[in-house]
Every structure is written in C-alpha cells, then in structure tokens.
C-alpha cells in the first residue's frame, strides 16, 4: 500500500480533510500470529500470554492508520504480566473462598462494586498512555471520585427513577470519558447532549418492550405444556437488538460529538451491520469451535475503523508529548479478567 | 541500495515529515540531513507482519515506514538473528503454524480432560479435612431453610437408615465425621446429597420409592463416594480455574463473548461431574460386595428414578446430563 504520498503542507489557514481510519489486518495473517501466541502461552503455562497480547494489539495498532500514520501499542509485557498475576491471585481467592464460605459472598460483591470505578480509571489510564499516534501518546486524567459517582453512584440512584434518569447518566459518564482523555497536552472535549441520549434510550427501550408484547401475545395462542417454555426465547432477539442498537447508537453519537480543539470526529455505524457482524461472528466461532475467532476480531476491527472518521481542519501538528509516570497494568488485567470493558 | 519512504517524528509534538532515507550496500543510512549512520546502530521495532516498523535514531527522532518487506530484507542482511526474527519467521510458515494448530489441540484437550482433574485431585487432597465444615454447616441451614422439611418416616423405619448407614459409616476412614439426615424432599422429590463434611441427607421420597436395604445401602455408599473422593472440593477448584483458563486461551472477547465462555465451561463441567458420578458408582458397587449385598435392588431403584424423570418431561441428551445415563450407569452396576 502507498500511503507515504506527499502530505499537502499548510495551504490555506484552515482546510478541512474528511479522513476515514484504514485497517489493513488480515484474517490469514492475525490467525497465525493467535495461534503461536496460543501455542507459546499453552507452553510456557500462561506465562506468555502477556508477550500474546502486546504482540496481538500491536498487529490491530499498527494496521489501524489515519491520514498514512498508523496507531502505536508501547506497553510493556512485564507489566502486563504483573498485572494478571495480580488479577489471577484475586479472582482465584474470589471464587475458592466463596465457593468454601457462601456467606462471604456478599461482602465480595460489596468490595467488588467499589473497586470498579477505580477498575475504569486504571485501565482507562494504562491503554490511553501506552498508546501513540505520531510518536505522541494519548493520556487519561480521570479521577476515582467521579467515576464512583458516574459508574456506581449514580447507576444505582436511577434504580429509584425505575431507570427514567439512566439515560442521563449514562450521557455523563460518556461526558467524563471524553472530556479526560487527552492527546499529548490537548483534552478532548465533547458537546453531547442529554436529549440525543434519551433519543437512543427510548428507541432501544421500545425494541425491548416490543420483545415483552409479542411474548405476551403469543402466550395466549400456545397451549400450555412445553411450549410454554419456549416462549422466553421469543424476547431474547429483541433484548439483544436492544442492547446492539444503544451500544451501536452511543458509540456515534459519542464519537460525532467528540473534538480535539478545532477537529472534529465522526462514526457512522449501522445496527443492522453491527447485528449481522455479531451473529455471523458468534456462528463462525462455534462451528469451527473457537479457530475462527481471529477472523471474527479483524472482522470486527475493519467495520468500525471504515465506520470512523476525523474531520481535519488544517494540520494536527502541535500537540506537545507531556511526561507520564510508568502505570501499571494491574487495573486493566483485573477489569479484563471481571469482563469490565470501556472505552471510546 | 534500498530507500524507504516515510514519515519522520521528532518525539515532542505531533508534526511529522515526509522523508526518503537512503540505505547503501555497507549498511549505511543516510538521514534526511545528509549525516551518515550504521544501520546496526538504530533500533528497529519489532516485527508485527506486515504492519508498520518504526527506526528509532539519535536525538529521539522516530522514522515510520510501511515498507516492510524491505526493512525485513535490511534487518536480516545487516543484523541477522535480532531480537523477534525467529519467532516472526515461525508466524509466516504454514509448517509451524499448523504443528502449533496440532499441538494447542492436543494440549488442550489433555489439559482439560486430564490435567485440570489430577491438578484439582492433588491440591484437595492436600487440604485438611476441615475446610469444608463451615460451607457445609451454612448449606445445610440453607436447604433446611428453603427446601427441606422435617421427615415423615415412621421412627422404626428411621433407626433401621441409621443402623444401615453406622454399618456403612463404620467401613470409612476416620477423616470425616459421617452424619445421616432425613428429610422429606418437598420440591426436590426422591434425592440423596452429600456435603463435603461428611453431612448425607436422604429424602423420604427416596426411601417410599424403594425401601429395600441393598438399595439404600448402594444410595448411602454412593454419597459417601462423593465425600471421601472430595468430590465437592475438587468440584469448587475446577470450576474456578475453568473461565480463566477459557478466557487467557481465546484472549479478550467482548461482546458475543459471555455466552460463548458459558457455553464450553457449562459442557465441561457436565462432564467433570460425570466422571465424579461414575466413581461414587464405582466406589457404591464395591462397598455392596464388601458387605455381601446385592447390587440388583440399586439398578431397580436408577430404573424407577428414571421412571419419575420421564413423567416430568423429555431427558436431557447424555451431553447435558450431570449424572451419566441411566443404562450407563445400569451397566456399571451389573457388569461383574
């Protein structure tokens, strides 16, 4: 690929560019990188698979580009390990000690929700700063005592608005993603408002409801007996649609709404894509029982690089590195490991 | 004489150049400012097939190019051997690929087959006794709680359980402290459970659906199999160890990934508790001849338990089953 055709220097005080991020991954390609880092953990007892993930992201990094630049994945294995060593300890004591005293249960799930926020900074932090583009790197300044508010706090609060409010907060925790991430020295910031969030809540909201409606009315078709049983599986479509369409719809308008000073962002997913994507991808997993993953990933990778785009106006040169401390990697692995998953 | 085109960072802010630079047949790079510099003396990204490689010069200037057949080419003219070539080298064969393929599949399967169990097996083995008194002490509070009521079995019936399950307690190591409970099962029917500290309870509706003592013998030496095996215990490690040792194999799944963890982990487990049922079993058959019982009265009882199942609808297929089937099971008993 030629993509290190001369750049267009300043003309002008502000042309703007549409750029589209490329992804040039192949599924041939990642498959044999997967399977030797499989192979190498498997050999090694797990041992490499921190090296595994640093090889594998660096490979979906490298062939991410934007305008001939491509996306840069710094992060150490030997962090990386610590991390999961740290993580693995937990999560094992987490489930023997339960497992051996039910009643502690409980206190688990109590520790477990106050530390996820802290989860979300910690792992925020390690992907955003172990990540550059133009030799820059990226930087997260969010704190625990908001994401406790925006991740737990107030989730919890919208239980007693029946969820009326959970729109709104979930507009605020994509409000304090954006607006403390930064590239080099500049924030990014973000003008998304609150009715576009309810927009998409109450579209996913009555794909729901339509799920619970046809399953009442079909009730009353199907005679009882076994049948019945079957009926839940009726609304199961409908919930996962739901969930495809907010989490679809919440990406764009985050991305759409974002800004780096005087550039702009813009992704334009579809859920019908998404949803064809997912199954085809759950399909293809099961049936070749778990080989075709690495092309389900860079499947995945390509639809929401193609989907995403920035809005140049004149050149992004004088962003400025900040020095950052070395993180480490344990809040990523452990929120890894609890499946706890945020980004932009 | 290689050029590879690119752009040129200075580490410090965003701007980026686009620049040629000119390697010769000695192994000489030519930066943009005409300085001369050893190709040995940069530093060269790791590869990551046919993504972009970075050169690190002096001053903190970074070079990026896509050319990366023809870093590929320097690197092994001019610096054979270097650190992530091999392993690079490994990645585009299909020969290694496919043996690595072969030898995941191998050590996969035997992992979960043989070598999550034994390691399981060894450490419950290691633990004391007493681990399992508190958990059990609290489930048994529970299932009274929820489940269970107190037994309907007439007093003479209950001291002839007793004295059958002392007959068989008496047989065991003195590791556990052997309790016989009777309850009457309300919702959960004919049963038998075992806990991890030796606790065995029976249900009335088990006992109604065949009062036979041989096969009450088989019913209680089968539970005591699940004790003194540590079957619980050895139940608990695995199934924790089992998602993470899922998870690290196939990487990060999001989305799709619950149900795509869930569903091997669940079939795996069915499994592991499988092959515990058959060694209870195993373990129940020799107890019966130890005490010159029949086993004949036990393989009735299974018949008439799967008999009741039937009445409540389909059976699981033998792959969802947490016990093995019926004629499996039958078979064992009536083997020798």
């Not at chain 1, 390509?302 to 785009?309: K, L, S, V």
Request: charged residues 20%.
């Amino acid at each position: 690929m030629d993509s290190t055709a001369p750049v267009p220097r300043d003309c002008g005080q502000a042309a703007t560019r549409r750029l589209s991020f490329e992804f040039s991954g192949d599924s041939r390609e990642y498959f044999r990188i997967w399977i030797l880092n499989l192979f190498l953990s498997l050999l090694t007892l797990g041992i490499y698979s921190a090296w595994a993930k640093v090889r594998s992201e660096r490979y979906f990094y490298g062939h991410t580009r934007l305008d001939g630049s491509s996306f840069e994945y710094t992060a150490s294995p030997i962090s990386i390990l610590k991390g999961r060593l740290v993580a693995l300890a937990v999560v094992l004591l987490y489930s023997f000690v339960s497992s051996q005293f039910p009643l502690t249960a409980p206190l688990f799930a109590v520790a477990f929700m106050f530390a996820m926020p802290w989860l979300v900074v910690r792992s925020l932090r390690f992907r955003h700063d172990n990540s550059r583009y133009r030799g820059i790197r990226f930087g997260f300044d969010g704190r625990y005592p908001r994401a406790l508010i925006w991740y737990l706090l107030a989730p919890i609060g919208s239980v007693l608005t029946v969820f009326l409010a959970y729109p709104y907060v979930a507009c605020r925790q994509q409000q304090w993603l954006v607006r403390n991430s930064r590239f080099g020295d500049a924030r990014f910031d973000t003008d998304l408002g609150t009715s576009s969030v309810y927009g998409v809540y109450i579209v996913g909201g009555g794909i729901a409801l339509l799920g619970i409606v046809l399953q009442g009315l079909a009730a009353n078709f199907i005679p009882a007996g076994a049948g019945q049983l079957l009926l839940p599986l009726l609304s199961v479509p409908f919930y996962y649609l739901a969930f495809v369409f907010v989490d679809t719809q919440m990406t764009n308008l985050t991305l759409n709404h974002a800004s780096l000073d005087e550039h702009r962002f813009e992704s334009r997913m579809e859920t019908a894509a998404v949803c064809r994507l997912l199954i085809t991808n759950t399909l293809g997993i099961m049936l070749s029982l778990g080989l075709l993953i690495p092309w389900a990933k860079i499947r995945m990778a390509r639809y929401r690089a193609e989907c995403t785009g920035v809005l140049f106006r004149g050149e992004p040169d004088r962003y400025i590195q900040t020095r950052e401390a070395e993180q480490n990697a344990f809040g990523e692995e452990l929120g890894e490991a609890l499946d706890i998953e945020v980004g932009l | 004489m290689t050029e590879l085109d690119g752009y040129l960072y200075d580490g410090r802010s965003s701007a980026r150049r686009a620049v040629r630079l000119s390697v010769d047949d000695d192994g000489r790079v030519r930066l943009p400012d005409g300085s001369l510099l050893s190709w040995r003396a940069l530093s060269v990204s790791t590869p990551a097939a046919g993504g972009p490689r970075f050169l690190e010069l002096p001053a903190g200037l970074r070079f990026e190019t896509a050319q990366y057949p023809d870093v590929d080419r320097l690197e092994r003219r001019f610096r054979p051997g270097a650190p992530g070539q091999r392993l690079h080298r490994m990645e585009s064969r299909w020969r290694w690929v496919l043996l690595a393929l072969l030898l995941v599949i191998l050590a996969g399967a035997g992992g979960l087959r043989y070598g999550l169990p034994a390691l399981a097996k060894t450490v419950a083995f290691r633990l004391p006794a007493s681990v399992s008194e508190h958990s059990s002490r609290q489930t048994l509070a529970a299932l009274d709680r929820w489940l269970l009521a107190p037994t309907q079995l007439p007093p003479q019936q209950q001291q002839r359980l007793q004295a059958l399950f002392d007959e068989l307690a008496g047989l065991q190591p003195a590791e556990f402290d052997y309790r016989l409970h009777l309850r009457d099962g309300g919702d959960l029917g004919a049963n038998a459970l075992a806990l991890p500290s030796g606790q065995i309870i029976l249900t009335d509706q088990l006992v109604r659906l065949s009062p036979h003592p041989d096969a009450l013998a088989g019913v209680l030496a089968h539970e005591i199999a699940h004790v003194q095996h540590r079957h619980g215990l050895r139940r608990a490690l695995q199934s924790s160890a089992l998602p993470l040792l899922i998870v690290t194999a196939t990487g990060d799944l999001n989305a799709a990934g619950s149900l795509l963890v869930a569903l091997p982990t669940l079939l795996i487990e069915r499994h592991y508790s499988r092959s515990f049922e058959r060694e209870a079993d195993r373990f129940a058959l020799r107890q019966l001849q130890d005490l010159n019982r029949d086993p004949a009265p036990l393989v009735k009882l299974l018949r008439r338990l799967e008999a009741n199942q039937a009445e409540g609808g389909q059976p699981l297929p033998d792959w969802l089953r947490t016990h093995p089937g019926n004629a499996e099971r039958r078979h064992l008993l009536t083997a020798d």
